[in-house]
C-alpha cells in the first residue's frame, strides 16, 4: 500500500511544574506531530519535540525539515519498503535527527499496522511491560526535596536528580534529596555542566557522604571524550554518555575508548528507531548496558521508545518519564502510564488512536 500523503500538527501540553535542567526551563510540551497515511486509510504517527540546547532544533526547524524534505520523500512510496523508506529519509536532508526520528516513528507505526502486529513483536521484543525512573528538576534543595517527596507518594522508586546548575549547590541539593528518599535508587543528571577534574571531585565526595549515587549521566561537555573518559576511569560512581551519543558512530567511539560505562539512548538524538537499534546493538556486543531516554515529549514518540525498550533486553534503564511530566495526556491508545509502571497493548503498530485539541498547520 503506497504513502499518498502527510498532515503535521502542533501537539501542547502543560507540565506538573517547570521543567529545568542545567541547559534550559520549560513550563509546557509543545511537539510537532507528522501524520502519514496510506491509500487504505491508516494513519501513522510521529512525534518530535524542539530541544534547541541538545540537538539544535525547534518547532520551526522541525516543521520546515519535514514539510520541505523529510515527508515529501516518503509520499508515493509502498508502506511496507522499509528499507526505502528510512533510507529515504536519511538522504532527505542533513541532521534534523528530531524531524527524522519522527518521520522514522511514523513509518515504523505504519509498517507495523501492515503486519497487524504491535512494533514490539515486529522488533522481536518479548515482554510488554516497563518500569521508568522520574526525574527531579534542579532547583534550590527544599524544593527539590518537596518534588522528591511528591514522587514518592505517586509510587517511583527511582529518581534521575538534575543537578549542575551552580556546582557548589549541588552536594546541598543531593543530601536533600537522600535525606527525602532515603530508600529510593538516586541517579544523576550533569547534563554537562561540571569539568573532569570538578566532576571526580563531586562525586567522591558525593559517596564519602553516604549519598548512593546509582550513576551519573554526562558529567563533562559531550564534545569532551577524553574529559569523559578521565571520569569513567576515576570517580566511584558509574558514568553514562548521554550528550556525548547521537550517532552509531559516536557510540561505537565512546565503546572503544571505553570513556563511559553506560550509554543513553534517545530516539530524538540518534534520529529514530533504525539508528536505536544500532547502538543498542553495538553496545551490546559490548556488554554495555543502555537506558532508554526522551527529551520533554508526550506520548506519541515515548511511545515508540517504550516498543524499542521492550524489544531489547541491553536497554536495563528506563528514563520514559516524559507523559508523567504532563498533568494532561491528549494522546488516545500508545504506551499506558501508570505511575512507573509502563504497559503496551496489543494493537498494531504503536496503538495510537487519536490526539485531542491537535492543531494542523496546513
Ligand atoms: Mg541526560
Not at 174 to 200: F, H, K, Y
Request: aromatic content about 4%.
Amino acid at each position: 500500500m503506497k504513502i499518498t500523503g502527510f498532515r503535521l500538527g502542533l501537539l501542547s501540553a502543560p507540565l506538573r511544574v517547570p521543567f529545568r535542567t542545567a541547559l534550559r526551563e520549560v513550563s509546557r510540551v509543545e511537539d510537532i506531530v507528522v501524520e502519514l497515511y496510506t491509500a487504505d486509510g491508516a494513519v501513522g504517527r510521529g512525534e518530535a519535540p524542539p530541544t534547541a540546547a541538545v540537538t539544535g532544533e525547534t518547532l520551526g526547524s522541525i516543521e520546515a525539515a519535514l514539510r520541505g524534505h523529510i515527508c515529501p520523500s516518503l509520499v508515493g512510496r509502498e508502506a511496507d519498503g522499509m528499507e526505502e523508506l528510512l533510507s529515504a529519509i536519511s538522504r532527505s536532508i542533513v541532521g534534523n535527527t528530531s524531524a527524522k526520528a519522527a518521520a522514522e516513528i511514523a513509518v515504523w507505526d505504519l509498517y507495523a499496522q501492515q503486519y497487524g502486529l504491535p512494533l514490539y513483536k515486529l522488533l522481536g521484543g518479548g515482554k510488554s511491560g516497563l518500569e521508568t525512573d522520574l526525574t527531579i528538576s534542579v532547583n534550590d534543595p527544599e524544593t527539590m526535596a518537596r518534588d522528591t517527596a511528591d514522587a514518592l507518594s505517586r509510587g517511583y522508586d527511582t529518581l534521575k536528580i538534575k543537578v549542575g546548575e551552580n556546582p557548589a549547590l549541588d552536594l546541598d541539593r543531593l543530601r536533600a534529596v537522600r535525606a527525602a528518599a532515603p530508600e529510593a535508587v538516586i541517579r544523576i543528571d550533569a547534563n554537562q555542566a561540571w569539568t573532569s577534574r570538578q566532576a571526580v571531585r563531586l562525586l567522591e565526595e558525593m559517596q564519602a557522604q553516604g549519598l548512593r549515587i546509582e550513576l551519573v549521566e554526562q558529567p563533562v561537555k559531550g564534545k569532551d571524550l577524553d574529559g569523559l573518559q578521565f571520569v569513567t576511569t576515576h570517580s566511584p560512581v558509574p558514568v553514562m554518555a548521554d550528550e556525548s551519543v547521537f550517532s552509531p558512530q559516536d557510540a561505537m567511539t565512546i565503546l572503544q575508548r571505553h570513556a563511559a560505562d553506560y550509554i543513553n539512548i534517545k530516539l530524538m538524538k540518534c534520529g529514530g528507531l533504525s539508528n536505536a537499534l544500532r547502538i543498542a546493538s553495538a553496545a551490546e556486543v559490548c556488554g554495555v548496558e543502555c537506558m532508554i531516554g526522551c527529551m520533554l515529549e508526550a506520548k506519541v514518540s515515548v511511545t515508540a521508545a517504550v516498543h524499542l525498550a521492550c524489544a531489547r533486553g541491553i536497554i536495563t534503564r528506563v528514563d520514559l518519564d516524559g507523559p508523567a511530566l504532563c498533568s494532561a495526556d491528549p494522546v488516545a491508545g500508545g504506551a499506558v502510564f501508570s505511575g512507573r509502571h509502563i504497559s503496551l497493548s496489543d494493537e498494531p503498530g504503536l496503538g495510537i488512536t487519536g490526539i485531542s485539541g491537535m492543531r494542523y498547520l496546513d
